[in-house]
């Protein structure tokens, strides 16, 4: 028999913000423990939520992005029960009317998956265990910053799907600016919820959930075990039993966490301490005029408008903050293709050697594009731009100010090439001898005299072209 | 509608109380009685009523994400019922 | 000496004003007489702490603008004072003391305010007799055998027994009208949303308000004055237009349309109450008001909703009270689950336990639609109940509590029929509404009876000003117990500082 994997997801994403969801308290991660909080995100009693104005725009930033419909009059609702990393007791989460419903998702291949809800929710903390004093220890760093849960149908037959959905989820909640999706900070978390059944079935086997799966390559290895697990118990003729399943990473397999059966009774209400969030069509418009262009519409857009190749298009569109950085050089007048092989040759090169996100690079557009029209102006040749690239590199240094004190511009006074190559060749008769008998090793030579008489600040071309035209 | 001692377990369990025996007994009876005298709301027709969580016609109540410096954690950590210098304790609760 | 005891908040806050007598010495006086009083009323008694206060506020006088700066006063005991033990007169708050102070209690300190102490209330204010603190009854002040009231009924106690000016309770169904009511002061649940709730450790938080007991309703008034406010702590609150009741006290009433809602004069209401509370009527209609009766056809449902919306709310609320992070902790538990069992059943009360039990029930799997949505839509017709009767009326007349306090120890053993007793003030916290508790006479056993007034939202200044007016013709909130810390014996016997002609002559009822 062949079997059908069935999996739909639940996606947890950290939002960019600065502050909490309810409360004026960093999001920074780390932080030692219990730094980042006050009586509002610990629970005292007496603290009131007051919900963040950004929390509600990047949700419908991200809603939009994803093909839903916005729910015009959203609210809050309280998810109750007992656990040391939630100070509450309750979550602040959307259950009876979440901010979206029913989106869509083109992972290519012309397959779509369906997105059932995205809601605004708080993050728990985080326990550790500590077995030198057998307790655990909550760190409530973590408690309120905001998240939106994104909920698909169980849309996707195989990991490669869900991975392809995950890739497309991420570049555009990058792109939007909403999270930086970081999985192994936790800023991106997924739950699996899968279940198998015979092809051609339409009805749905008992599904299992997976917890704590923390990279993509996780999710992927975690899908093909757990299909496989489920087929060999239905094959030997047991049951699947809905349950919990945490991923372990080192033994490469999942194991029953706890039992959904006794499913959990929330016991969601209405949030009293929250009134209700209506959006007017104004708000709706002007964030989507906002919307930012995303990464599969630029690479479009960059073989269209700038000839640039496939692979720069994907190498540029990788990171938003690279993009921008792409397009405003461009946009000051640098060639598409020479702006993009500097982004992915020096600049690429430059972050890496500092471990640097693109989005915290020092160095400007108006600079690099300033470096390259040195270079195609003639005024600087690109061994030596590539040295002032350096330079200037990690203060947004003054590329001019710093070709004049080093004297690095390229002598373009053809009077003064001239005189350095003549004298060159009378003084090197031997070589000039050499090259006219066949041999072009000293052609080289020659070349290589003017410019170190020149002090390599003359374009290669012209010192070429001049000693070709004198030899011949 | 009848209270049940299962029903009590149950509400009981949800909410992290255990009582004891006695207790339980009479407070399954005046559940019961409350609840049965809750039920003359079954008298009131509410079809089509849009229940009313928030009472004024509030909206929109919202922060700037603007960030404020955070609590002293030990003023936070100071009535924790078990002291440690960086965190809140519990009995192990990672699974 | 005696005689600032008697003196109104206002009254007092003039004298300090003009010199006549200084902060510490009043303040002195406040916690002498506390130290005397046999009522319980103050769970934490904070004497060095005022003592301090009242010598810096002293050395401020020069540059005092509200007209209560200097003039001692208690907190109720679930409202946050930072630094201060905040119990919610319940165990399992333990020494509590929070780091930050509720945004009420912060407008009063600004405002010159003096915290003599926290008052005794019921635990997490749930209850109507102040009996089921873990720190013990209050008794009341003219009578001692007999209850005060609740939930705030320590803060009521404290003002009737001349402990202290004035005091701040709160409200969720009832428990500053109520027990200002049995202890014969003047208390007010303004309207939901125009004082902060930021710091008030909630009980109900749809339908908990902070609002003041006094002598009079000048004293609520520029209580309220400093109370309200729009604060960007609470995102229920509400922006208006505050600060100015004090100055809207008129006594006009010429005009002003009472409601007597005929619902609330029927069965279950005792005879002396009704007549008293009716009596009011008659004392607004001679000042030029009008008196219409209406119907408010809810009445047998407001129990049941308020029940319902409350007990889910607190079941929410309070569970985050488990032994974790703040408060106290049971011993001899086995891991997690035992930990939050053990300290939940020991460090609630009954009551609290029950309304817990209750409120999980209501939001539970399956009993959700049939008791909580349904109390939601009921909460709708209650509140269209009211939008109804405000279109006849400018404010509602009705008793506050079908009876006077009953003796302690009679209530607890019959948990519906305390509930029963809420009928006339849960359903103004259902619709949001201000009400107003004051002094309109005595039974035959010498104790308070209470009015209510009910204003439409943002009604304060109109309630407010009618109790202003009622007290222009009255002495009733000018009578002090027997045993009180001032030298003037109240009960029955009408005062003789109030002239003759003013005094309401009882025996008028509703025609």
Known sequence: MTWE????????????TKTKIFCSCTTAFGGDPNTHCCPVCTGMPGTLPVLNKKVLEFAVKAGLALNCAITRRTKFDRKNYFYPDLPKAYQISQLYLPICRDGRVDIGGGKTVRVHELHMEEDAGKLVHDPWIDQTRADYNRCGVPLIEIVTEPDFRTADEVIA???????????????????????LRCDVNLSVRPAGSDTLGTRTEMKNLSSFKAIARAIDYEAKRQIELITEGKRVVQETRRWDENKDATYAMRSKENAQDYRYFPEPDIPPVELSEEYLDALRAAQPELAGAKRVRYQADYALPEYDCQMLTSDPALAAFFEATVALGAPPKQAANWIMGEVLAALSARAMEPKNMPLTPPTLARLIALVTGGKLNRNTAVKVFEAVFDADGDVDAYVKAHGLEQIDDAALVEDVVDRILSANPKSVEDYRSGKEKAFGFLVGQVMRELKGKADPKTVNELLRSKLS | MKITTELVDYISELSRLSL?????????????????????????????????????PLKNVLREDEVVPSQDRAELLAGAPAPDPEAFLVPKAVE | MNELMNLTALELGAAIKRGDVSIPEVTALALNAVECAPHNAFITFTPEQALRRAEALQRGLRDAVSPLYGVPMGIKDNICTQGIKTSCASRILGDFAPPYEATATARLAAAGGLSIGKTNMDEFAMGSTTETSFYGPVKNPWDLTRVPGGSSGGSAAAVAARACWYAIGSDTGGSIRQPASYCGVTGVKPTYGTVSRYGLIAYASSLDQIGPLARDASDCAAILDVLQGKDPHDGTSLDGQYGHLLEGLTGDVRGLRIGVPTDCFGDGLDGQVRKAVLAVA?????????????????????????????????????????GVKYGWRAG?????????????????????????????????????DAYYRKALQVKAIIKEAFDKAFQSCDLLLTPVAPTTAPKLGESLSDPLQMYLSDVYTVSVNLAGLPGLSMPCGFDGNGLPIGAQLIGPHFGEGRLLNAAHAFQLDTDWHKRAPCGSSSAACGGAHPSPSVPAEKAYKEGGILA
């Open chain 3, 332 to 368: 001899g538990y086995d891991g997690l689950t035992d930990l939050y069992n053990r300290t939940r059943t020991e460090g609630f009360g009954m009551e609290v336990k029950r309304r817990i039990l209750l409120g999980t029930f209501v939001l539970s799997s399956g009993y959700y």
């Open chain 2, 20 to 56: 004891p025996k006695e207790e339980k007994a009479a407070m399954t009876a005046q559940l019961e009685r409350i609840v049965g005298y809750m039920d003359v709301l079954d008298r009131l027709d509410t079809a089509g009523v849009e229940p009313m969580s928030h009472v004024f």
């Open chain 3, 282 to 322: 008659d004392v607004l209609k001679a000042r030029g008001a009008e008196v219409v009766e209406l119907s408010f056809p809810v009445m047998e449902y407001v129990v049941p909703t308020y029940y319902i919306i409350a007990a889910a709310e607190a079941s929410s609320n309070l569970s985050r009270f488990d």
């Open chain 1, 165 to 187: 959905y995950l890739e497309k989820l991420k570049e555009a909640l990058t792109y939007l600016g909403v999270s930086d999706c970081k999985m192994q900070e936790g800023s």
């Open chain 1, 5 to 16: 994997t069935v999996i739909g997801l639940e996606t947890h994403v950290e939002l960019a």
